[in-house]
């Protein structure tokens, strides 16, 4: 009988004008915005394969392991044209380095930080799949449940199918079933579409992971358009009329839509201040004249040196961005003895620095914590954050992918000890031999000459088993940062439809 | 008859569920809205002047010897409003912070607390309550205006007396615009008593005037939707289906195409990424000292001797090239930002197609705030800086010892004695303070906006009374 119901209610719904109007907004949407979402990816994808191939000809330059500071990247997530999150608004490189002056660049949780290239774009609103869902679908859901019980009512043929024998929880239970299968139609084409446009656009390749989260990002939105839907079922059996019905299901789609997802960051704003960037910069400033002041101190007790002869590596334009290329055998032992001593001294004010900077960060995230905390009172939250974190785009790939940076520092840290013999090899500082230093410490023209020399058969390191950073993310990690979002997205499901149904046991149906 | 019809509409609207709604979320909306305002304004107000005299404190320091003043770097920050309750203009997203001196500007930058790890959010503003919950309740007292009648067949009742089918519509409008301004009053209400009760600075007429004029913007944004809602429910045949096509209105008005912005903005306009501007800077910068090395400026205008008196110096050559030079580092980074600008306003213009997106401007217009006060605040900047530098001469033409060259190398302007080294009175030394748009000039930039409003109007109005005029009432 549930079937019969459902299937009664699944075909008048299918003829409706709202219906019709819906599917179609919702698959032009898609329709159009698909192709310009899948471009943007492109050109993100281009941009990192560039930045990439960069770095790699940088990398094949640099001569001296001092010097090695090779800049990491995230790649762009494919399944951000489905959810954009906050891939676009956080960094998404970070510059490893040890034997210089640790600048913010290369302790990769500095990094975090809002990296919109035009901060003037911030005022618009981000668009992609999940906008189309969250609004469109969400309001089709509300439009298609208004009216599945009280509209019966007012027509009478309510008391006349529960004049049969059938229960009422049979009843209800059609009408779910039926609206699950009515707003399955154009979530399925809208996905359909989504995919098809997307697989016509060269750039996407979608791996298994890929596939296997698509799946479950269709899954969640039809637990959320399923959430509004019973939210519109419950008011439906509550009032005797349907117009009564829509007003408050309107109303309770422009709150739980619209005002819960701000008024939640104005809460958390608002009762869990976070740590003031300046008190932040003012600590780093701090340990920046520490810095300065042991190192003078430290570097007063190592032999003389320090004026060997350098050049500029391939990555110019900062603190030690140059490689030496000769020195006489007393400035050989200055860097020796001072390179230990360099690295050692660096990691230990990185770590400093960074846990200033990690302390501000986790202070933002306890925030944003408390915001998601309240944000869950409303689906349209759950499923932003179902969807993101499916995606690959929420804030916990982020610190995912910060945290293998960081072990990725210290992997490339392990590298250069193996290769200069715990630093202790002159091959950390410079290429050439000892007997090369000696002869031309002999000389006096030792700079100009022994450069020019020196430049000619120093060749770059062969860095082929330098340790590259990969980073990808499985269906695994996304659904266990999924589930709480989606328990809870099924639990408000479950709770609307019981509420419906204790309200629809009680409803008088004259 | 027209006031007979006005009334009954009122009176039916007061007793629906929909009315009572509408009064209980305008109320909270607007008490929640400038409870939260007041308190940011208050928090953001002590912040800004403890900036603000740091900077005058670290300025007055420089004020012992005249050439040291064009060289301290000052910061200005965009001052907190306390009309940003009316229109914030996304401002917490919005750079504010610039740092400048008598010659650079650098980027604006975003100040203070921003946590850029929070979802991104609208301001909860009067124009946000506005735009998106009041244009909705619009819709909800309009949908049924016209189809609901016919349904209960009181429509051909009317309309079978003496009643033009234009007083019936207009009555309607008025009507329905009635309705709607009580929640909309009682909001401002509440919002006001806050507002006057936490003694939050409204002293003088302006800020109230802007506050009418917002208020009246508002009326006239608001009327597009009933217009628009008794389009529809006059080509409707069921409240159902007028509601249905309405709600999916909303949704493209004031959520789709709002949102198109960022896409309109990367596909049709390209603001320079950070490497691209470093690389513009760089070129600039190569331009200037390869003009150095030929002798563009003269002999030994690269050179840096103590003494000026000294012939491998050349004072003026150098002033010349450094000018150049900073003019055209200038050149680059103005270049830059009204890129940005124009990029972000590619969007905007677009999607101008949406009423929300007109009337949040005109509302960030008249209470100055938004992007468009980032633009006029860097153009202030702008002339203060040329303000300082002119200052800066003229009281420099009194001293004998002095060269009377400016230029952005503060150690050689030190070191040759191009500028006085004498005191100059710190009371007359200009300081930079931001200045407002008068409110004639913000209803000038406006005007346009208003006019798009009043099309809007026109348009859906036409369509009313067409789709009145021929609609079906059997």
Same mark, same amino acid.
């Given at each position: ?11 008048? #719904? ?34 990192? /394969? ?41 960094? *998404? ?38 906008? =189309? ?31 049969? @024998? ?22 399925? =084409? ?25 799946? %479950? %990002? ?6 959320? =358009? ?8 419950? !008011? ?25 997802? *701000? ?133 916990? *790939? ?8 960081? *072990? ?12 200069? /013999?715990?630093?202790?090899? @002159? ?13 031309? &410490? ?69 | ?53 740091? #900077? ?48 650079? +500007?650098?980027? @604006? ?5 921003? #946590? ?10 009067? &124009? ?15 949908? /049924? ?61 302006? @800020? ?114 450094? +000018? ?15 890129? %940005? ?112 409003? &009043?099309?809007?109007?026109?348009? !859906? ?14």
């Amino acid at each position: 009988m549930i079937w019969k119901i459902a299937a009664k209610e699944f075909l008048l #719904n299918l003829m409706t004008f709202k219906f019709v109007v819906g599917t179609i907004l919702c698959v032009v949407l898609v329709a159009i915005f698909v192709p310009v979402l899948a471009e943007d990816y492109r050109q993100r994808l281009q941009q990192y /394969d560039q930045r990439v191939a960069d770095n790699e000809a940088k990398l094949r330059q640099v001569k001296a392991y001092r010097v090695l500071t090779p800049t990491v990247y995230r790649r762009p997530q494919v399944l951000s044209v489905f959810s954009q999150g906050m891939e676009k608004r956080l960094a *998404d490189s970070a510059k490893i380095g040890f034997g210089t002056r640790p600048d913010f660049d290369k302790i990769p949780e500095i990094n975090a930080g809002p990296a919109e290239v035009n901060p003037y774009l911030s005022i618009f609103p981000a668009f992609d799949f999940l906008l =189309i869902f969250k609004i469109v679908m969400s309001a089709l859901a509300l439009l298609v449940a208004y009216d599945a019980v009280a509209r019966e009512r007012e027509q009478g043929t309510l008391s006349l199918s529960l004049s049969y @024998p059938i229960s009422r929880a049979q009843v209800l239970l059609g009408k779910l079933l039926a609206g699950l299968l009515t707003l399955a139609v154009p979530a399925t =084409i809208a996905f359909l579409v989504g995919l098809l446009l997307l697989l016509s656009s060269p750039a996407i390749a979608l791996g298994g992971s890929d596939w296997a989260r698509i799946a %479950m %990002m269709y899954v969640a939105s039809l637990l959320f =358009i399923l959430a509004v839907y019973n939210v519109g079922l419950l !008011f439906s059996s509550l009032t005797g009329s349907s117009s009564l019905a829509l007003i408050l299901g309107l109303f309770f789609w422009v709150v739980s839509i619209i005002v819960i997802p *701000d008024a939640t960051v104005y809460l958390a704003r608002r009762f869990l201040p976070v740590t003031s960037v300046e008190a932040k910069d003012e600590q780093i400033a701090g340990i920046e004249k520490l810095f300065l002041h042991e190192w003078h101190q430290e570097c007063a007790k190592l032999p003389s040196g320090g004026a060997a002869n350098a050049t500029l590596g391939p990555f110019h334009g900062g603190n030690g961005d140059w490689f030496i290329l000769v020195c006489n055998p007393a400035e050989a032992q200055y860097w020796e003895k001072g390179a230990a001593f360099e690295v050692s001294f660096n990691v230990k004010y990185a770590r400093k620095f960074w846990e200033v900077e990690h302390d501000y960060v986790e202070s933002l995230l306890r925030q944003t914590r408390l915001a998601r905390a309240i944000g869950r009172l409303s689906p349209a939250c759950l499923y932003d954050n179902t969807m993101n974190a499916l995606a690959g785009t929420d804030l916990a *790939d982020y610190q995912s992918w910060t945290q293998r940076v960081r *072990d990725y520092r210290d992997t490339v840290l392990a590298y250069i000890r193996n290769k200069t /013999d715990n630093l202790r090899s @002159p091959l950390y500082i410079t290429q050439c031999t000892q007997a090369e230093q000696i002869t031309w &410490a002999k000389g006096d023209k030792f700079a100009e000459e022994a450069t020019r020399a020196a430049e000619k058969h120093t060749l770059p390191l062969n860095l082929e088993d330098l340790p590259r950073l990969t980073y990808g993310m499985g269906i695994a990690q996304g659904l266990q940062r999924a589930a709480a979002d989606l328990a809870v997205l099924l639990l408000f499901n479950l709770l609307m439809f019981s509420l419906s149904f204790v309200a629809f046991l009680r409803y008088d149906v004259r | 008859m027209f006031w007979q019809i006005v009334r009954k509409e009122i009176l039916e609207s007061l007793l629906s569920v929909r009315f009572t709604l509408a009064i209980v979320f305008s109320i909270v909306l607007f008490a929640a809205s400038t409870f939260f305002s007041v308190d940011r304004y208050r928090a953001q107000s002590q912040e800004y002047w403890r900036r603000v005299n740091e #900077n005058l404190t670290g300025f007055r320091r420089q004020s012992d010897q005249l050439c040291k003043l064009a060289f301290y770097e000052q910061n200005a920050y965009r001052q907190p409003k306390v009309l940003a309750l009316c229109a914030g203009g996304s401002e917490d997203l919005l750079p504010g912070h610039f740092t400048f001196d008598g010659f650079d +500007i650098s980027l @604006p930058q975003i100040a203070g607390q921003s #946590n850029f790890t929070l979802p991104r959010f609208s301001d909860l503003d009067w &124009a946000f309550i506005i735009s998106l919950v009041l244009s909705f309740t619009a819709f909800v007292f309009a949908y /049924d205006c016209i189809c609901g009648e016919k349904e209960t067949g009181t429509l051909r009742l009317i309309l079978s007396g003496a009643t033009p089918r234009v007083t019936l519509l207009l009555a309607k409008y008025v009507g329905l615009m009635l309705t709607l301004a009580i929640p909309l009053f009682m909001g401002l209400a509440v919002a006001l008593i806050i507002l006057i009760a936490s003694g939050a600075e409204t002293a003088g007429l302006v @800020p109230w005037a802007r506050v009418v004029g917002i208020v009246l913007t508002s009326f006239l944004y608001l009327s597009i939707f009933v217009f628009l809602g008794m389009f529809v429910s006059a080509r409707a045949a069921r409240p159902a289906n007028s509601m249905a096509a309405l709600l999916l209105a909303w949704v493209v008005l004031l959520i789709v195409i709002p949102s198109l912005g960022r896409l309109v903005s990367d596909k049709f306009s390209h603001a320079h990424t950070p490497e691209e501007f470093q690389r513009a800077k760089s070129e600039a910068q190569k331009q200037i000292d390869d003009r150095f090395i030929s002798g563009a400026y003269g002999p030994n205008a690269g050179a840096t001797g103590s003494n000026r008196d000294d012939p491998s110096v050349n004072p003026r050559g150098r002033a010349q090239g450094t +000018i150049e030079g900073t003019e055209a580092l200038n050149r680059v980074v103005d270049a830059h930002h009204e890129r %940005m600008l124009a990029q972000a306003e590619a969007g905007r213009r677009f999607t101008c197609i949406s009423p929300a997106v007109v009337y949040r401007r005109v509302c960030e217009i008249i209470a100055c705030t938004g992007i468009d006060r980032s633009r006029s605040l860097y153009r202030q900047i702008k002339t203060y800086q040329q303000n300082l530098r002119d200052f800066i001469i003229s009281e420099d033409r009194s001293d004998p010892d002095s060269l009377h060259i400016l230029f952005d190398d503060a150690p050689r302007v030190a070191e040759w004695t191009t500028i006085s080294h004498k005191p100059p009175s710190f009371e007359a030394v200009p300081k930079f303070l931001e200045r407002d748009l008068a409110l004639g000039e913000s209803l000038g930039l406006a005007v346009w906006d208003l006019g798009l409003l &009043a099309l809007f109007n026109l348009v !859906f109005f036409a369509g009313a009374w067409i789709s009145f005029a021929r609609y079906d009432v059997r």
